[in-house]
């Protein structure tokens, strides 16, 4: 997993033209502009989903991973908290791999980070995530945030880039 600021996401370059893309984007779009639905930016290889919701307590957190896709996920407008664990770990599944969705569902971790407006994570297939989690217990504000999906090819390193 990594986290860092937006400003900072031309670093990431060098992880792959997938990841290369998606942080072009994310740097050169007006994000807050774009209604929540789905937006290609090179098919199925990477997209971007944008979501507005309201963080969820942490009771209903769900962690997951993918096979398929990297997801760099970034906060435009508010502030949340992401879980995660690494795979290595060796938590329990609790729901199998579903291709439909490429998902994993696993028993809960205890790491978790927040994550303000204008900071990112990406997330490869070795990282369990649990995001749009709520900052404290009082009720938490909307939430804006992009998760470009970058598809994991075969002929990268390790961790899909």
């Known amino acids: 997993m990594i986290k860092d600021r937006l400003e900072n996401a031309e670093a ?8 290369a893309r998606a942080m ?33 307590p942490l009771s209903e957190a769900a962690w997951e991973s993918h096979y398929r896709y990297i997801d760099v996920q970034c906060v435009i407008e508010g502030a949340e908290r992401m879980g995660h664990l690494a795979l290595r770990a060796g938590p329990r599944v609790i729901k199998p791999y579903d291709p ?13 980070l927040v ?28 939430v804006l945030k992009a998760v470009v999906k970058v598809r994991v090819d075969e002929d990268r390193g390790p961790c899909g880039f």
Do not use: C, M
């Open 100 to 112: 439909e969705t490429d998902l994993i569902f696993y028993e809960p971790g205890t790491d978790l």
């Open 12 to 19: 990431y370059a060098p992880l792959g033209p997938g990841i």
């Open 24 to 56: 072009q984007y994310l740097r050169q779009t007006d994000l807050s502009r774009l209604e929540p639905g789905r937006y290609e930016i090179d098919g199925d290889r990477v997209f971007v989903v944008v979501q507005r919701y309201r963080p969820k």
């Open 115 to 142: 994550f303000q407006a204008g900071e990112f994570a990406i997330f490869s297939p070795q990282d369990i995530h649990a995001p749009g989690l709520a900052v404290d217990s009082r009720p938490a504000g909307e």
